[in-house]
């Protein structure tokens, strides 16, 4: 029997591509529109602050997911790039885009966010965030200039590897962070200022507790004003102090919104037939018994098949009960983390913060809820056994004693 039911995908990302294979690989035969705001096939996010921004890696390189034949002919998705959903018209069951409108029987939301920028500073010439293709090609071109000092507002993650990739090059790199401790929120504070040892050496300047209270220049930007009221000399700015979900499209259209788009665990909105996947999505996520919304490739991807799924097929919705995962490369060193940072306590298990190669544990009352690893890579998948399976503080210390013994 042929399926006549139109799904709609809004957000040409990792979610909504993983989305519309998702649908496909389940055997949904309708049809399939993939919308996207960029003019880009969907392609992958983590590179561009990463290896697509060194001195030695080929810009010409695209880090696109699938070509256009495969997508429009193996899938059969209806493409419309470049072309952003600017409101959501849920009684008529419609998406209204810039250039027209598509109709759908099941929606799934995956438009990603936006970078945060500082504001009063439009008129300056040499200011960048990172976010997108476009952001990181203009970002390259900007170090390929060689400029004289680089400043880099935020020591979250996306900043601590667009400074390695600036130190690479041999340039002047100061990363200025407003908390006390950088990825206080991330890693908590204690392992947090573990991180910043890795800056330390390789002569990143690194001050935190330091706020941006004007950035000047002439036409382009030549200094940043601090809250201490001291002055940084930098030529280029990079802005990387987080991301906003990119929800506007959707006031007034009765999809409940707060820090993301609202879903209960299994991803659904609270309007029929509408889910949503990755970036933008607030969930209940079971496993730790709380709304969260992670901004991580491994939650894209394993969101937006699943959304699908259950968008297609509700019986029965599966719940997303998910381990968060995420990694990041900053100079010869590989981060990588589990679980969340919230939590009563953490403390590390092997190695040292020091030595640069460590594993550290979270706990949350008697529970393992997280584990981060520095240059570790071989036992930090371990762990998330044990945080899957709401494992006690006693049982994972006796595991971390074990494995690290051997």
Same mark, same amino acid.
């Given at each position: 029997?042929?399926?006549?039911?139109?799904?709609?995908?809004?957000?040409?990302?990792?979610?909504?591509?993983?989305?519309?294979?998702?649908?496909?690989?389940?055997?949904?035969?309708?049809?399939?529109?993939?919308?996207?705001?960029?003019?880009?096939?969907?392609?992958?996010?983590?590179?561009?602050?990463?290896?697509?921004?060194?001195?030695?890696?080929?810009?010409?390189?695209?880090?696109?997911?699938?070509?256009?034949?495969?997508?429009?002919?193996? =899938?059969?998705?209806?493409?419309?790039?470049?072309?952003?959903?600017?409101?959501?018209?849920?009684?008529?069951?419609?998406?209204?885009?810039?250039?027209?409108?598509?109709?759908?029987?099941?929606?799934?939301?995956?438009? @990603?966010?936006?970078?945060?920028? /500082?504001?009063?500073?439009? !008129?300056?010439?040499?200011? !960048?965030?990172?976010?997108?293709?476009?952001?990181?090609?203009?970002?390259?071109?900007?170090?390929?200039?060689?400029?004289?000092?680089?400043?880099?507002?935020?020591?979250?993650?996306?900043?601590?590897?667009?400074?390695?990739?600036?130190?690479?090059?041999?340039?002047?790199?100061?990363? /200025?962070?407003?908390?006390?401790?950088?990825?206080?929120?991330?890693?908590?504070?204690?392992?947090?200022?573990? %991180?910043?040892? =890795?800056?330390?050496?390789?002569?990143? %300047? =690194?001050?935190?507790?330091?706020?941006?209270?004007?950035?000047?220049?002439?036409?382009?930007?030549?200094?940043?004003?601090?809250?201490?009221?001291?002055?940084?000399?930098?030529?280029?700015?990079?802005?990387?102090?987080?991301?906003?979900?990119?929800?506007?499209?959707?006031?007034?259209?009765?999809?409940?919104?707060?820090? @993301?788009?609202?879903?209960?665990?299994?991803?659904?909105?609270?309007?029929?037939?509408?889910?949503?996947?990755?970036?933008?999505?607030?969930?209940?996520?079971?496993?730790?018994?709380?709304?969260?919304?992670?901004?991580?490739?491994?939650?894209?991807?394993?969101?937006?098949?699943?959304?699908?799924?259950?968008?297609?097929?509700?019986?029965?919705?599966?719940?997303?009960?998910?381990?968060?995962?995420?990694?990041?490369?900053?100079?010869?060193?590989?981060?990588?983390?589990?679980?969340?940072?919230?939590? %009563?306590?953490?403390?590390?298990?092997?190695?040292?913060?020091?030595?640069?190669?460590?594993?550290?544990?979270?706990?949350?009352?008697?529970?393992?809820?997280?584990?981060?690893?520095?240059? !570790?890579?071989?036992?930090?998948?371990?762990?998330?056994?044990?945080?899957?399976?709401?494992?006690?503080?006693?049982?994972?210390?006796?595991?971390?004693?074990? =494995?690290?013994?051997?």
């Amino acid at each position: 029997m042929t399926d006549d039911r139109r799904l709609v995908v809004v957000g040409a990302s990792l979610a909504g591509l993983r989305a519309v294979e998702g649908a496909r690989r389940s055997g949904f035969t309708g049809s399939v529109t993939l919308v996207g705001a960029e003019d880009h096939l969907p392609y992958d996010r983590p590179p561009l602050s990463k290896k697509f921004l060194d001195v030695d890696t080929d810009p010409a390189e695209r880090t696109t997911f699938r070509s256009e034949d495969v997508l429009s002919s193996e =899938l059969g998705v209806e493409l419309r790039l470049g072309s952003p959903a600017t409101a959501l018209d849920v009684a008529r069951r419609e998406v209204v885009l810039a250039n027209g409108t598509v109709g759908y029987d099941a929606l799934i939301i995956a438009t @990603g966010s936006s970078a945060r920028s /500082l504001p009063g500073c439009e !008129h300056l010439a040499g200011i !960048h965030t990172l976010r997108t293709l476009d952001d990181a090609l203009a970002l390259r071109a900007a170090l390929d200039a060689r400029p004289r000092h680089v400043a880099i507002v935020g020591a979250g993650f996306i900043g601590s590897e667009i400074a390695s990739s600036a130190r690479s090059r041999g340039l002047a790199v100061t990363i /200025l962070e407003s908390l006390p401790t950088p990825l206080g929120r991330a890693l908590g504070a204690e392992l947090g200022r573990a %991180t910043s040892l =890795l800056h330390e050496r390789r002569g990143t %300047t =690194l001050r935190c507790a330091t706020g941006v209270q004007a950035l000047e220049g002439n036409g382009r930007v030549e200094r940043l004003v601090l809250s201490d009221g001291s002055v940084v000399e930098a030529d280029l700015v990079v802005v990387g102090i987080g991301a906003t979900p990119a929800i506007g499209w959707l006031d007034r259209s009765g999809v409940e919104v707060a820090g @993301g788009v609202l879903c209960d665990e299994t991803l659904a909105t609270s309007v029929p037939g509408v889910y949503a996947a990755g970036d933008v999505a607030e969930w209940v996520n079971p496993l730790f018994d709380r709304r969260m919304r992670v901004e991580h490739w491994t939650n894209a991807a394993e969101q937006g098949a699943l959304a699908a799924r259950n968008a297609l097929d509700r019986d029965p919705a599966r719940p997303y009960a998910a381990v968060p995962y995420f990694w990041s490369d900053w100079y010869d060193s590989r981060i990588q983390f589990l679980g969340i940072p919230s939590s %009563t306590e953490s403390t590390v298990v092997t190695g040292t913060a020091e030595s640069g190669r460590f594993v550290g544990l979270y706990r949350d009352g008697d529970r393992l809820v997280g584990a981060l690893a520095v240059n !570790h890579q071989a036992s930090i998948m371990k762990y998330r056994a044990l945080i899957a399976k709401r494992a006690g503080w006693d049982e994972a210390l006796d595991f971390a004693a074990r =494995l690290h013994a051997a």
